[in-house]
């Protein structure tokens, strides 16, 4: 979807969202469509009566900012609609899918060495070969002169190993790693290039977005970085963002918001981060509680203390 009509159409993304939330819709054990229980049927009752305020929060929140993950993208959230974006350097748009090529070939030849679907395998082997060489022909337009040798390097590893199995070589365990091995120089200056460009523009689109913002929104407003569930650690975003926030916003105002994968998404976890902490507040008098699992205390009791890193504090 063109950037443009991805802002224009973000609205009713969000509203979409919102309707089928799975923990609303899905209130039965195992995500049934029914409540088992008639507890089923009341925690569904109160779970959309929840949901139901955390969707009017975000068109009520006056500024918030969401990253996506290695994009190095600022988003500027106003009212619960993107309204712009403080873009990174265009190459930085790219180069993510075409390094993704070695997770592909990795995860290509822990398949064909399992087993368990070889033809499923070899076909994807073939699928491997064909977009690695797309890739190959792809970086010296793409990315910077810099590091184009190395990114070359490491592509033409990845093709010349999948031909390979495409041709029928044996696969081995190590086959992977033993290739790898020889050009990870080239692949840990790429992926160092890329950090440091990510770094970069993360911190000036964040910088940019406090410039434009009155201090007050600033100061209130909340940043959010979308990606996977299992959250990263040394998140390259959230570095770039203690650099303009300060380390104390950490896990307070600069939070990583797993299995987002899109803006809307994002928009989706922080209505929900600004709902707990209205309930924590006014159920607890500590406005990050339900940042904590609801039975957290008991845990630490058990556990000798708190067991993951505290808000705000360096871990």
Not at 266 to 278: F, N, Q, T, V
Not at 280 to 295: E, T
Request: aromatic fraction near 6%; charge should be negative.
């Amino acid at each position: 979807m063109d950037r443009r009509m991805f802002v224009l159409n973000a609205g009713g993304v969000v509203a979409a969202a919102a309707a089928l939330d799975p923990e609303v819709a899905n209130g039965a054990p195992g995500g049934a469509q029914e409540p088992a229980t008639p507890a089923d049927r009341l925690n569904m009752t109160f779970r959309d009566l929840y949901r139901k305020n955390r969707d009017e929060l975000m068109p009520s929140t006056p500024l918030a900012g969401l990253t996506l993950i290695g994009t190095g993208e600022i988003w500027r959230v106003e009212f619960g609609v993107p309204v712009r974006s403080y873009a990174p350097p265009a190459w930085l748009r790219d180069v993510k899918g075409l390094m993704h090529a070695v997770i592909a070939a990795q995860a290509t030849v822990a398949r064909l060495v399992r087993s368990r679907d070889r033809k499923s395998a070899e076909f994807d082997a073939a699928l491997l070969a064909q977009s690695v060489k797309g890739a190959e022909m792809m970086i010296p337009q793409t990315l910077p002169a810099a590091i184009v040798p190395a990114a070359l390097a490491v592509m033409q590893t990845l093709r010349g190993l999948a031909e390979g199995w495409v041709a029928g070589q044996p696969v081995s365990a190590d086959i992977f790693s033993t290739a790898m091995n020889r050009v990870k120089p080239d692949l840990d200056q790429v992926v160092t290039a890329v950090g440091e460009a990510v770094y970069e523009s993360v911190v000036t689109g964040l910088r940019r977005f406090a410039e434009e913002s009155t201090r007050q929104e600033w100061d209130r407003c909340l940043i959010g970085v979308c990606g996977v569930g299992f959250a990263r650690r040394d998140s390259i975003e959230i570095a770039a963002g203690m650099e303009v926030m300060g380390r104390e916003a950490v896990g307070v105002r600069l939070l990583y918001l797993e299995n987002a994968f899109t803006i809307p998404d994002g928009i989706r976890r922080l209505a929900a981060s600004i709902a707990d902490l209205e309930l924590g507040q006014d159920v607890f008098g500590d406005p990050y509680r339900m940042w904590r699992d609801l039975l957290g205390d008991v845990a630490a009791q058990h556990a000798g203390g708190s067991f993951f890193p505290e808000l705000g504090s360096r871990p």
